[in-house]
């Protein structure tokens, strides 16, 4: 167990020994990869949006049973239950409630007043000026190169405008894998640093190993951002299933839509009455058109696919650019000391450069 060797906003916010954040992937971020993640010092994020409420509540109690580390738990703003589920993480004890989407300031001010920190993730500088206002107690954000939902800015330039924007914790996604990126995340001002498919890539992660080394194959170029999965921007490795979805018009993705509606309702156990009100919200808050929510249904039922059933001939495979440089998968404790070990190292070569004339400018 490696001992703290940085000391930052993000490890001071929420109690973890690394400023190191593995984030709530669905179908990816389960009991295991969360708790090896907190045991190893770093903050491990249960990504909840594929379970159901009985899914959620057995899972954070698993967690509980494999590690009395902080953690949290990531969770859609915009869904039906979602007040239920933020009570779920106060009777339980959790640590850091983390949301894709803005939180409504009443849900962010009741996890505050039970000491639950509120981490939402954010796109855009003014996304982050708004959840601040509302009383978020940190923002991560995530540039162009994360895999998932993603945008068209690369980390590099959305990181210094949000730094700029707000005066909590940020937490830098999108683009790292390794202590050199730490560093760098460090010197813009960052509180930590997110990993998905870093995280995905270990001997800790649930995702079958056949998988894997399908994505330890892949380079730089290997991944596109498509909106022909859901409606919305979405990087993913290319494979034949996704170059064959790019060539598809609404007409032909009709039929597989339905289909996978009623498969992601029967696995989910929601009501066509509750699959309502969440494509109502999605449409309220994300300006969603009808055929936008419509394909939306697909994503749970095709990332299960290929990241659970390890059937890429019918998943996707969601992913970062980052897939071009990972070669190996060490375990969560492996990959968070070396990691820090490296940023430590990266720091304080960077230091040396001050020599005795002590701060430039």
């Not at 709530?24 to 594929?50: D, H, K």
């Not at 995280?199 to 079958?208: E, I, K, Q």
């Amino acid at each position: 167990m490696r001992e703290q060797q940085l000391r930052t906003a993000l490890t001071e916010l929420t109690g973890v020994r690394h400023p190191v954040v593995q984030t709530g992937m669905g179908w990816v971020s389960g009991p295991r990869l969360v708790s090896a993640t907190a045991n190893a010092g770093g903050l491990g994020i249960l990504a909840s949006a594929t379970m159901s409420f009985a899914e959620l509540e057995a899972a954070i109690i698993e967690v509980k049973g494999r590690t009395d580390q902080p953690f949290g738990v990531n969770l859609r703003a915009d869904a039906a239950d979602a007040p239920d589920r933020c009570r779920l993480l106060v009777e339980h004890g959790v640590k850091v409630a983390s949301f894709a989407l803005a939180p409504k300031p009443e849900l962010i001010a009741s996890l505050k007043e039970h000491g639950v920190v509120v981490m939402p993730s954010v796109g855009a500088a003014k996304h982050a000026v708004k959840v601040a206002s509302w009383g978020a107690d940190a923002v991560m954000v995530q540039g162009g190169e994360g895999g998932g939902h993603t945008g068209p800015v690369p980390t590099t330039l959305l990181l210094p405008t949000v730094l700029d924007a707000v005066d909590i914790p940020v937490v830098a996604a999108g683009g790292f894998f390794d202590g050199r990126g730490l560093a760098a995340a460090l010197s813009y001002g960052a509180a930590g640093v997110g990993m998905g498919t870093r995280f995905l890539l270990t001997s800790d992660s649930a995702v079958p190993d056949a998988v894997k080394r399908l994505y330890l194959e892949r380079g730089l170029t290997d991944t596109v951002v498509t909106a022909k999965v859901d409606g919305m921007p979405h990087r993913m490795l290319r494979t034949d299933l996704v170059e064959e979805l790019e060539g598809t018009n609404p007409l032909q993705r009709l039929a597989p839509t339905a289909r996978r509606t009623l498969e992601f309702k029967r696995d989910s156990g929601m009501s066509w009455a509750a699959l309502a009100r969440d494509g109502r919200a999605m449409r309220k808050t994300q300006g969603r058109t009808l055929g936008q929510m419509a394909l939306a249904a697909n994503t749970p039922t095709m990332l299960k696919a290929g990241l659970v059933d390890g059937d890429t001939t019918a998943g996707v495979l969601a992913s970062g650019q980052v897939v071009g440089l990972i070669d190996d998968l060490p375990s969560c404790e492996e990959l968070i000391d070396r990691i820090v070990d490296r940023a430590v190292v990266e720091l304080r070569r960077a230091s040396g450069l001050l020599g005795d004339a002590g701060p430039l400018g």
